[in-house]
Every structure is written in structure tokens, then in C-alpha cells.
């Protein structure tokens, strides 16, 4: 199992930018597909960027499509989420997850085993 920690969240004002880090440990992350998806209070968890275990893939939901760019250091062990020109409505707990050797095709929630402890992002208005 590979252990997921992120970091990187906090209070930014609209259009202001964060990076978030998703550091993995027990496993390399270089065998793994890896998302980000967030939480905003009275929602179900959704979908935000994927990237394929070789990293040729890259997906995105369309929000937030040219604002954010997911990342993968398998040299440090380390999944990125740049977000750029937030928005009110990117205001979530971000949460990073894991999958072996996923494809980059995996959108769902329920398709990951391996979960972070989450990340609040709050963007001001």
C-alpha cells in the first residue's frame, strides 16, 4: 500500500494560486496512476485531474481545464496540483489518491484504493 500525505493548502484571494503536494511514501509513486479530487461542504467528492502511471496521460474536469496542471516527481516521490487563477468555486478539502498502474482513465472515486488526509483550499472573494 502507498501511504499519501498532501500539503499546500490555505486561504488565497480569486485568482491567486496554490500549489499543492501530494508526498507518497511505503511505494514508488512511479508505478501509480495519481488524482486529485476535492470535497466542498454538502457535495459528493468529484473529479479533478488525473495523471496515467507513465504520465502520457493527463485529464482534467472541464472547470478548471488551462487554470490547472497536475504533475508527477517520481524522482521525489511527489504528486503536484498548480492551480492558477482560483476561482470561489475551487474552494474544497483537495484530496490526493492512488491507483497501480492506473491508465489515467480512472474518474471515479470509487476506482482508487489509496486516499491522503486531504487539504482545505478556501479562495476568497
Known amino acids: 500500500q502507498v501511504q499519501l500525505v498532501e500539503s499546500g493548502g490555505g486561504l488565497v484571494q480569486a485568482g491567486g494560486s496554490l500549489r499543492l503536494s501530494c508526498a507518497a511514501s511505503?511505494?514508488?509513486?512511479?508505478?501509480?496512476?495519481a488524482a486529485w479530487f476535492r470535497q466542498a461542504p454538502g457535495k459528493e467528492r468529484e473529479f479533478v485531474a488525473v495523471?496515467?502511471?507513465?504520465?502520457?496521460?493527463?485529464d482534467y474536469t472541464p472547470s478548471v481545464k488551462g487554470r490547472f496542471t497536475i504533475s508527477k516527481d517520481n524522482a521525489m516521490n511527489t504528486v503536484y496540483l498548480q492551480m492558477n487563477s482560483l476561482k470561489t468555486d475551487d474552494t474544497a478539502v483537495y484530496y490526493c489518491?492512488?491507483?497501480?498502474?492506473?491508465?489515467?482513465?480512472?474518474?471515479?472515486?470509487?476506482?482508487?484504493?489509496?486516499w491522503g488526509q486531504g487539504t482545505q483550499v478556501t479562495v476568497s472573494s
Open positions: 511505503g511505494r514508488t509513486i512511479s508505478t501509480y496512476a
Open positions: 489518491t492512488a491507483r497501480l498502474r492506473g491508465s489515467g482513465r480512472e474518474l471515479s472515486p470509487h476506482e482508487y484504493p489509496n
Open positions: 495523471i496515467s502511471w507513465s504520465g502520457s496521460r493527463i
